[in-house]
C-alpha cells in the first residue's frame, strides 16, 4: 500500500475552533489521515466525526480498518450531495475537504489515473455510479470544450493541436488506448518542465472532467454554507491554481455570512516541503462562518 500523508495536520489541527463537543464533517475521508490527528489533538473535546468517501473500494477498506472507531461514522458518496449524505437535523462546527486524490489513486496503474505506469484511460473515482471515462471524455466532448477546459486547467501552449492530436489518437483503429499509448502520442505537445513530468497537467484535467471535479467543488461548498447567521468553520486544501481561484472566489463571494481567518492562504512549512515534496502546491483556506448578522 502506497503511503498518503495527511498534508498540513498541524494547520489543520491549530485552526480547528474553541469549544467542547464538535462536530467535524471530512468531505474527503481518504485514508483517514486528516481524522487521526484531529481525534488525537481534539480527545475528548470531539463530539461526532463524518467520513465521507466517494470512492467506494477505499471506502470499504476503511470501514472495515476504522469498524470500531468510536465518534467516527463513514458515509460513502460525493460531497456534492451532502445535503443528503448528512443525518438531518446535524449542524456541524467544521467541514473539511482535502481536494483531488490520494497517493495510492495517483499512482497505481489500474485506475488510469498515473502517467508512470501504464493502465486504461479510466480515472472514474466511482466506477459503479459513473459511466464516463476519461477515453470518453476525449472521444465525445467536442474540440471546442476541450480547448477550453485544457486551456483552464492545463500547462500545454499549443491547447489545439493537443486535443486534436487526442482525437486523432482515440480514432486510431488499432492502437490500444492505454495511458503510456497516450503519452506517446501528445509526448512532442508536452510542456517542458523542471521539477514535474511533462503530462501532469494533461493527466490533472483529464480527471477534472471524468469527475466533474470544479462543479463538484462549487455544490458542496454551496451546501456547506449557513443559510443564515451560524458558527461553523470551512476548511478546504486546493492542490492546483483553478481550485485554489474557485475557493478563493467563492468564499469572497459569501461575505455576507462570514470571512476568510487569514488575509492570504496557508502554505505548508519548509520541514513539511522536505518530508513531502508533493504537498509544495497546497494551499489551505479557512472561512469562518459569523454567529450572528455582521
Ligand atoms: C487528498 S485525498 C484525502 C486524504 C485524507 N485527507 C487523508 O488524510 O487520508 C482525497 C480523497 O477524497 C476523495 N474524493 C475526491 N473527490 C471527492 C468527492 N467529490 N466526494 C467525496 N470524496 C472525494 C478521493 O477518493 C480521495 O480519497
Known amino acids: 500500500m502506497t503511503v498518503h500523508f495527511p498534508v498540513m495536520g498541524r494547520e489543520i489541527c491549530e485552526s480547528l475552533p474553541m469549544g467542547e463537543s464538535l462536530v467535524i464533517v471530512d468531505g474527503t475521508f481518504g485514508f483517514g489521515g486528516h481524522f487521526k490527528l484531529i481525534q488525537e489533538a481534539l480527545g475528548k473535546r470531539l463530539k461526532k466525526y463524518i467520513g465521507i468517501e466517494q470512492d467506494p473500494f477505499l471506502f470499504s477498506r476503511m470501514r472495515q480498518e476504522f469498524r470500531r472507531t468510536p465518534h467516527l461514522t463513514l458515509v460513502q458518496g460525493n460531497f456534492r450531495n451532502i445535503d443528503q449524505l ?107 518542465e523542471k521539477r514535474i513530468h511533462p503530462a501532469t497537467t494533461v493527466f490533472q484535467t483529464l480527471r477534472i472532467l471524468v469527475n466533474d471535479e470544479l462543479g463538484a467543488l462549487e455544490e458542496g461548498l454551496f451546501k456547506m454554507m449557513p443559510k443564515g447567521p451560524s458558527r461553523r468553520r470551512i476548511m478546504v486544501l486546493s492542490f492546483h491554481s483553478v481550485e485554489h481561484r474557485v475557493v478563493k472566489q467563492f468564499f469572497l463571494k459569501h461575505g455576507d455570512v462570514g470571512k476568510m481567518k487569514t488575509r492570504k492562504p496557508i502554505c505548508p512549512s519548509e520541514l513539511e516541503l522536505k518530508q513531502n515534496p508533493s504537498s509544495r502546491s497546497a494551499q489551505l483556506r479557512v472561512f469562518e462562518c459569523y454567529e450572528k448578522k455582521p
Open 86 to 192: 448528512l443525518p438531518s437535523g446535524l449542524t456541524p462546527d467544521v467541514f473539511l475537504l482535502d481536494l483531488g486524490m490520494n497517493t495510492e489513486q495517483l499512482t497505481s496503474g489500474e485506475r488510469g489515473f498515473s502517467f508512470r505506469e501504464d493502465g486504461p484511460l479510466d480515472m472514474r473515482l466511482n466506477p459503479v455510479t459513473q459511466h464516463v471515462t476519461a477515453l470518453d471524455v476525449i472521444r465525445d466532448f467536442s474540440e471546442q470544450e476541450l480547448v477550453d477546459a485544457f486551456k483552464v486547467c492545463s500547462s500545454v501552449r499549443s491547447v489545439r493541436a493537443l486535443v486534436r492530436r487526442m482525437k486523432e489518437f482515440v480514432a486510431l483503429k488499432d492502437v490500444p488506448k492505454t495511458t503510456k499509448t497516450l503519452i506517446s502520442a501528445i509526448r512532442s505537445l508536452l510542456p517542458r
